[in-house]
């Protein structure tokens, strides 16, 4: 199948790893993705918070570009904080002509017009159901028997949206971490919320929501997330926060189309997860069989050397 | 009061009417603020702050940094009996404490008006002009330190664009968010 793709202002930066491993892994499931054209920052967390015809119309501007987008009719979105910013834009324009012509105002200066056809989708969502559990299965090439995977959505992929999960109880990655051939780390905080950008404006905050979750994700060998955001704050924090907890919190955190690229046989490299802030290297040789040496650890900590 | 703080009182005071008008229905029930994940760090709880708006106590609100700490989740959106769009009401206090520039939210309304800059400027967000536009507008010789640690790692990585981002950007955003100004403009006049 063919989907247009938004990747997002994060997966050209700080999220580099989730772009590549995005593309390969729809590659080696036979997906094509066309990339929209000039596309622009959806307002991300700041139009919200500064204006709200702009946190309407950055993301209306981009549904725009997909509609002219020859090819494809779903737009696939991996960045939790921008699919739900272009999914609301979407939404209310579809029940508001009055908004729809506000906004084609403003997208009349970048000659573009809106008409409202187009439809987004996460990518959680085009893994989970368009996929599908059982054609990784089929093509899972690697043992990941003692694995054991925390899933995390994070919020915007489920709220205020339910479209293909429970907004409540998340449960639509467990049959692709099982079809991967590891098992599911049981745990209620895959649909909490990571504090987003809490981390930089109100850290104290945003620290105790991490933390919270960190402290759920013992005994998992790994964490899988669907967003930069998420994936930021869970990984990029653990140093400080073991060190505040008195406690060693440190633990994997893979994109999940890393984790599946992986099982399916492609390479750490195809997948860059040298990027990753959070790889330990008993995870590492876990990955590649060494399975013996490291069960049940997670002292070792990759973060050490890039810290 | 002189009359600058009295006009800013009067704006507000307008601004708030319409967020007002989407909780009217409220009935005090308080599943927000036991679904709030931020809850905690409050210093009143979301249902209080409901109440204050439907009481139209703007300058309690105000002095509140209940709606900033809103980290839109969306459970309380979700799982509201009303059906009130209640993290979207947050966003639309944070609209005000910008447009505004409320001295108690600086840290935030600076940070997410340094964001907007740069993707203005070029479309998309440049993070290291966006950072640096942040620094600037704080004032702070200390606040770049508590960042340059995670800085440096995502340089190590490679995530960091380093390249000065261009004058007169061709992708550049203003003229969208100059009518998108305009057109709030009209309508906070109204």
Same mark, same amino acid.
């Given at each position: 199948?063919?989907?247009?793709?938004?990747?997002?202002?994060?997966?050209?930066?700080?999220?580099?790893?989730?772009?590549?491993? /995005?593309?390969?892994?729809?590659?080696?499931?036979?997906?094509?993705?066309?990339?929209?054209?000039?596309?622009?920052?959806?307002?991300?967390?700041?139009?919200?918070?500064?204006?709200?015809?702009?946190?309407?119309?950055?993301?209306?501007?981009?549904?725009?570009?997909?509609?002219? /987008?020859?090819?494809?009719?779903?737009?696939?979105?991996?960045?939790?904080?921008?699919?739900?910013?272009?999914?609301?834009?979407?939404?209310?324009?579809?029940?508001?002509?009055?908004?729809?012509?506000?906004?084609?105002?403003?997208?009349?200066?970048?000659?573009?017009?809106?008409?409202?056809?187009?439809?987004?989708?996460?990518?959680?969502?085009?893994?989970?159901?368009?996929?599908?559990?059982?054609?990784?299965?089929?093509?899972?090439?690697?043992?990941?028997?003692?694995?054991?995977?925390?899933?995390?959505?994070?919020?915007?992929?489920?709220?205020?949206?339910?479209?293909?999960?429970?907004?409540?109880?998340?449960?639509?990655?467990?049959?692709?971490?099982?079809?991967?051939?590891?098992?599911?780390?049981?745990?209620?905080?895959?649909?909490?919320?990571?504090?987003?950008?809490?981390?930089?404006?109100?850290?104290?905050?945003?620290?105790?929501?991490?933390?919270?979750?960190?402290?759920?994700?013992?005994?998992?060998?790994?964490?899988?997330?669907?967003?930069?955001?998420?994936?930021?704050?869970?990984?990029?924090?653990?140093?400080?926060?073991?060190?505040?907890?008195?406690?060693?919190?440190?633990?994997?955190?893979?994109?999940?189309?890393?984790?599946?690229?992986?099982?399916?046989?492609?390479?750490?490299?195809?997948?860059?997860?040298?990027?990753?802030?959070?790889?330990?290297?008993?995870?590492?040789?876990?990955?590649?069989?060494?399975?013996?040496?490291?069960?049940?650890?997670?002292?070792?900590?990759?973060?050490?050397?890039?810290? | 009061?002189?009359?600058?703080?009295?006009?800013?009182?009067?704006?507000?005071?307008?601004?708030?009417?319409?967020?007002?008008?989407?909780?009217?229905?409220?009935?005090?029930?308080?599943?927000? $603020?036991?679904?709030?994940?931020?809850?905690?760090?409050?210093?009143?709880?979301?249902?209080?702050?409901?109440?204050?708006?439907?009481?139209?106590?703007?300058?309690?609100?105000?002095? $509140?940094?209940?709606?900033?700490?809103?980290?839109?989740?969306?459970?309380?959106?979700?799982?509201?009996?009303?059906?009130?769009?209640?993290?979207?009401?947050?966003?639309?206090?944070?609209?005000?404490?910008?447009?505004?520039?409320?001295?108690?939210?600086?840290?935030?309304?600076?940070?997410?008006?340094?964001?907007?800059?740069?993707?203005?400027?070029?479309?998309?967000?440049?993070?290291?002009?966006?950072?640096?536009?942040?620094?600037?507008?704080?004032?702070?010789?200390?606040?770049?330190?508590?960042?340059?640690?995670?800085?440096?790692?995502?340089?190590?990585?490679?995530?960091?664009?380093?390249?000065?981002?261009?004058?007169?950007?061709?992708? $550049?955003?203003?003229?969208?968010?100059?009518?998108?100004?305009?057109?709030?403009?009209?309508? $906070?006049?109204?």
């Amino acid at each position: 199948m063919k989907y247009l793709y938004y990747p997002g202002c994060s997966l050209e930066g700080t999220a580099m790893e989730y772009n590549v491993s /995005t593309r390969a892994f729809m590659q080696a499931m036979g997906h094509e993705l066309i990339e929209l054209k000039e596309w622009t920052c959806c307002g991300a967390s700041a139009a919200e918070a500064t204006s709200r015809l702009l946190s309407l119309a950055l993301p209306a501007l981009n549904l725009a570009i997909a509609e002219k /987008t020859e090819g494809a009719k779903d737009i696939l979105v991996p960045c939790s904080a921008c699919y739900l910013n272009l999914k609301k834009a979407d939404e209310k324009i579809r029940k508001d002509p009055a908004l729809l012509n506000k906004v084609n105002l403003i997208l009349k200066e970048k000659n573009l017009r809106l008409q409202g056809k187009a439809r987004v989708r996460h990518l959680l969502d085009v893994i989970s159901q368009d996929i599908g559990a059982e054609n990784i299965r089929t093509r899972v090439k690697k043992d990941f028997s003692g694995l054991r995977i925390a899933p995390y959505y994070g919020c915007q992929c489920l709220r205020p949206y339910p479209v293909f999960d429970d907004p409540e109880m998340p449960r639509s990655m467990e049959p692709l971490i099982e079809a991967a051939g590891a098992s599911v780390h049981h745990w209620d905080m895959g649909g909490k919320c990571c504090g987003a950008s809490h981390i930089n404006t109100e850290p104290e905050a945003g620290l105790e929501l991490v933390l919270s979750i960190l402290r759920e994700a013992e005994g998992a060998d790994s964490i899988v997330t669907v967003c930069p955001m998420c994936q930021m704050n869970l990984e990029a924090y653990q140093k400080k926060i073991s060190a505040d907890y008195g406690k060693d919190l440190s633990v994997s955190v893979l994109y999940l189309p890393q984790f599946l690229g992986l099982a399916i046989g492609l390479s750490e490299k195809d997948l860059r997860l040298d990027m990753n802030l959070a790889v330990s290297g008993g995870f590492r040789n876990k990955l590649r069989g060494k399975r013996s040496e490291v069960r049940g650890q997670r002292q070792e900590v990759a973060m050490a050397s890039a810290a | 009061m002189n009359q600058a703080e009295h006009k800013e009182k009067l704006s507000v005071h307008d601004a708030l009417a319409p967020i007002r008008e989407k909780i009217q229905a409220c009935i005090q029930c308080g599943t927000c $603020s036991g679904s709030c994940p931020n809850e905690f760090a409050m210093d009143m709880t979301p249902r209080h702050l409901w109440r204050l708006l439907l009481m139209g106590q703007a300058e309690d609100i105000f002095h $509140s940094k209940t709606f900033m700490l809103c980290s839109a989740c969306y459970y309380c959106t979700l799982r509201c009996p009303r059906g009130l769009p209640l993290t979207e009401a947050m966003g639309e206090l944070k609209q005000i404490a910008a447009r505004e520039n409320l001295v108690p939210y600086n840290q935030s309304v600076r940070f997410y008006k340094s964001f907007m800059e740069s993707v203005r400027r070029h479309g998309r967000v440049q993070e290291m002009e966006f950072m640096t536009l942040y620094f600037a507008s704080m004032k702070s010789p200390f606040l770049p330190l508590r960042f340059a640690p995670l800085g440096l790692r995502l340089m190590s990585k490679g995530k960091v664009h380093l390249h000065i981002p261009l004058q007169n950007d061709p992708e $550049s955003l203003d003229a969208v968010f100059r009518k998108a100004e305009e057109m709030e403009k009209v309508r $906070s006049e109204k």
